[in-house]
Nanobody, 115 residues
Framework: QVQLVESGGGLVQAGGSLRLSCAAS????????MAWYRQAPGKQRELVAA???????NYADSVKGRFTISRDNAKNTVDLQIDGLKPEDTAVYLC?????????WGKGTQVTVSS
């Protein structure tokens, strides 16, 4: 019903920046929360940042002050601006969208940070 397309990942040196984007398409009635998760090898998937329909946000402690999540409700997109990248940020970043009581996931985009 809803498809998510992610973009923006890549290989970046420590201290660099990236902007991840996620576009939702398909049969969309109403999107509640949009979020970015990440999963590193051998670790559990963790919530990085989330933004609700009203605009309120929350972030993982490890990314506060460096990551900024935003959304465009008219375009059904959610972005994650990442600044001051650290090697420990290396992971697959996944887009998550809650739409009318259903959750959808993107395939993920790789972010690799070199020291």
């Amino acid at each position: 019903q809803v498809q998510l397309v992610e973009s923006g990942g890549g290989l970046v040196q420590a201290g660099g920046s990236l902007r991840l984007s996620c576009a939702a398409s398909g049969s969309i009635f109403s999107i509640n929360t949009m979020a970015w998760y990440r999963q590193a090898p051998g670790k559990q998937r963790e919530l990085v940042a989330a933004i609700r329909s009203g605009g309120s946000t929350n972030y993982a402690d490890s990314v506060k002050g460096r990551f900024t999540i935003s959304r465009d409700n008219a375009k059904n997109t959610v972005d994650l601006q990442i600044d001051g990248l650290k090697p420990e940020d290396t992971a697959v970043y996944l887009c998550n969208v809650n739409e009318y009581r259903r959750d959808y996931w993107g395939k993920g985009t790789q972010v690799t940070v070199s020291s």
